[in-house]
């Protein structure tokens, strides 16, 4: 049952993040960014880019959400990510998509 869950959510962590790439504009060549973070981590990126799409996920499943994330991005070939790897933050509590090219001004 828990694994059913976890691919629930980490299909619909691809949809809110789908709906902010077309919400937003992001074109073919800008990518995104997968990071698993700590929520000053989490407010930093937020406070120097835009969009964010962000999910708080337990500690205890955040390896085997993140695995599943990844696997389903390889079936979104609208969503670009260059790397299919999430950059890891020791206490991390967090899984966070930001586009590096989209800073705040």
């Known amino acids: 049952m828990q694994n059913e869950n ?3 959510q980490a299909k619909v962590f691809l949809f809110h993040l789908n709906n902010s790439n077309d919400e937003n504009g992001i074109r073919r060549d800008e990518e995104w960014k997968l990071r698993q973070v700590t929520e000053t981590a989490k407010e930093e990126i937020e406070r120097n880019y ?5 999910t708080k ?3 205890k499943i955040m390896e085997e959400f993140s695995n599943n994330v990844l696997m389903n991005l390889k079936l ?9 790897f999430i950059d890891t933050q020791i206490g991390a509590e967090y899984l966070i998509a930001f586009s590096p090219s989209r800073l705040r001004r």
């Not at 835009?50 to 962000?54: E, G, K, L, Q, R």
């Not at 979104?76 to 299919?84: A, E, F, G, H, S």
């Open 6 to 8: 976890i691919a629930l």
């Open 50 to 54: 835009y969009p964010t799409v962000f």
């Open 57 to 59: 996920v337990d500690r």
């Open 76 to 84: 979104q070939p609208k969503i670009k990510v260059t790397d299919l």
